[in-house]
């Protein structure tokens, strides 16, 4: 529901959250409440911007906070009521957040602080209205479930008896509403999201009503169109010969190239289309594995930033959902949801498990730039780590996209170098990206480990997207993904394990960055804590590819970086 609802449009609600989202309260335009929401007897619960316009609405005040707060923090719980029942005294939360709560309304108390901002939580308990500063709904809130239940059980007396899996028959009928009398086109990448919701189609409208075309774009992973054939579905189709690459060669702007090859995509399938059923193209609708994050990313509703365009969410896709031409059974479920419903539809385990993998491929994994360019060193950097005995540089010209304070970001990545224990690195990096607004990401340099001065032995060179550095990244993918298998039992939990090819280099060469995280739905992740011994191990294995220099370890969490880097 938009945020400026009329009241009387909401009664039989047990209650209300009012979400995050990219806006200050102070910015002119920014989303307002109906002036008497609050006075509607109902439990609310406001959450970071929710919060925050809360407070303001009722009396307190709202500034900007001395210090930004991107990724974990450590909650201290002040008073135990019914949202915070069953807690610890302290509790690990997650932040994503410029602006803070400076007093609270009139008959509010405080119920939580954390280190950097002293009213994280407070509440009326009389009248059942609730503020966090934190995301209780990521998974990185480590008992964010646990209040989100204490709210929606508790207070708002609600009943627990809902799940994914009870939606299929519902997600069927919707399908045969939307298709009518007509046929659905699909695009499957081969990925648990496509395959999900291709297999739906198929349940609900029967498998003469369904195909789907797999393409090679030239950007998959190595062997990835054949693991599709294997699939043995007689109603898939795989594309080969598509060069997407070619779009491409002059563009380094990672927006530009998502609207490229989504755009492409729409032209490849409504050639092949034109090509298998002539005239009867009419009569197709095409079917996506579009899930909502895509939507939230790309801005697609009412309030929300922009954090990247997702290939499925291009304009001309856009312009079909507005004709009703698209089919997207998934659209308002997460990642971790897409595996409950696959799991009840009897999906193979390897795709459920299976990382996913961006509708782009390695493009977006490609790091270009236009220029030659040299690293900047930073004496506020410098200040940040030097208690770490590290090397610090900034790479202006490599930019990456980022999401802070639920605004997109694509600011520059800052480069670390020396001895120091990996159990330290997220707290090196966090203290870099919460005071220097300039960088959104940070990367620990694992090999070479020796090197005398960052900002002359690395440089960054001239290089645009081709072939060749398209097909060394994908070894380089395989390398990993076959040492991931290897070592499996001895890593954290990986979600996902992008890997970037990115143009620095020390002797002509170029760098591999690695970017293990875990996650549970991809709205926010922290990267994956690997031993050293095995990075290291990993490092040496990717260095005996010709035209690699270095290795690179991500260490930055979501937020305030996104995943991919473009």
């Known amino acids: 529901m938009p945020i400026d609802i009329h009241p009387q449009k909401l009664e039989g609600a047990a209650g209300l959250i009012i979400s995050g989202g990219p806006y200050s309260v102070y910015d002119h335009g920014s989303p307002r409440p109906h002036g008497d929401l609050f006075e509607m007897g109902i439990p609310i619960l406001g959450v970071c911007y929710g919060h925050q316009m809360m407070a303001r609405h009722l ?64 509440g009326n308990v009389s009248k059942k209205l ?53 046929k659905v086109f699909f695009l499957v990448s081969g990925g648990i999201d496509s395959t999900v919701a291709f297999t739906l189609c198929v349940k609900a409208l029967g498998k003469d009503r369904v195909l789907g075309l797999h393409i090679d774009t030239g950007f998959m992973r190595k062997d990835e169109s054949n693991q599709i054939e294997q699939l043995g579905m007689d109603n ?22 998502r609207k490229k090859i989504g755009e492409e995509f729409l032209r490849v399938q ?23 994050p895509d939507t939230i990313e790309s801005g697609g509703t009412k309030n929300s930033s922009r954090i990247k365009t997702h290939h499925n969410r291009v304009s001309l896709i856009n312009e079909l959902l507005k004709q009703g031409k698209v089919i997207e059974p998934l659209s308002e479920f997460y990642k971790d949801e897409v595996r409950k419903l696959a799991r009840a539809l009897g999906i193979d385990e390897n795709i459920i498990q299976k990382h996913p993998f961006p509708g782009p491929g390695l493009a977006i994994r490609c790091i270009c ?23 610090g540089v900034i790479a202006k010209i490599i930019r990456t996209v980022g999401v802070q304070g639920d605004h997109r970001s694509y600011a520059s990545l800052a480069l670390l170098s020396g001895n120091i224990k990996f159990s330290k690195l997220e707290e090196v990096s966090t203290s870099i990206t919460n005071s220097l607004s300039q960088v959104n990401r940070v990367s620990y340099l694992v090999t070479p480990r020796l090197i005398s001065n960052l900002a002359t032995d690395l440089r960054i060179k001239k290089t645009l997207m081709n072939k060749e550095r398209i097909n060394l990244l994908r070894e380089a993918d395989a390398i990993v993904s076959d040492f991931v298998q290897e070592y499996n039992s001895s890593l954290p939990d990986i979600w996902q394990f992008p890997v970037i090819l990115v143009p620095l280099t020390i002797s002509g060469g170029e760098s591999i960055a690695l970017r293990p995280v875990c996650s549970i739905d991809g709205m926010t992740a922290e990267y994956a804590k690997i031993d050293g011994d095995l990075v290291y191990k990993l490092a040496n294995k990717l260095m005996k590819l010709k035209g690699i220099d270095a290795v690179l370890y991500d260490i930055t969490n979501k937020p305030p970086a996104t995943i991919e880097w473009e």
Request: hydrophobic share 30%; with cysteine.
């Open 59 to 122: 009396g307190g005040k709202v500034a900007r906070g001395t210090i930004k707060e991107y990724g974990t923090a450590q909650l201290n719980v002040l008073k135990t009521d019914t949202i915070f029942d069953g807690l610890k005294d302290r509790e690990t939360v997650w932040m994503s957040h410029g602006d803070t709560v400076k007093t609270i309304p009139k008959d509010f108390e405080i119920f939580g602080s954390t280190p950097n901002c002293k009213i994280a939580a407070m």
């Open 130 to 182: 609730y503020g966090l500063q934190f995301h209780p709904e990521v998974v990185h809130t480590i008992n964010g479930e646990k209040i989100l239940r204490n709210f929606v059980f508790g207070v708002c007396n609600c009943k627990d008896e809902w799940s994914p899996e009870d939606d299929i028959e519902r997600i069927k009928e919707d399908i045969r509403r939307k298709a009518g009398n007509k």
């Open 236 to 257: 898939i189709r795989i594309e080969r010969g598509s060069d997407f690459i070619h779009l491409l060669e002059k563009i380094s702007d990672p927006e530009e190239k």
């Open 270 to 292: 409504e050639a092949y289309l034109k090509k298998e059923v002539g005239t009867e193209s009419e009569n197709w609708l095409l079917g996506q594995g579009t899930i909502y």
């Open 369 to 391: 730039s236009e220029e030659d360019s040299d690293l900047s060193t930073s004496e506020e950097l410098s200040n940040i780590i030097s208690p770490y005995n590290l090397k």
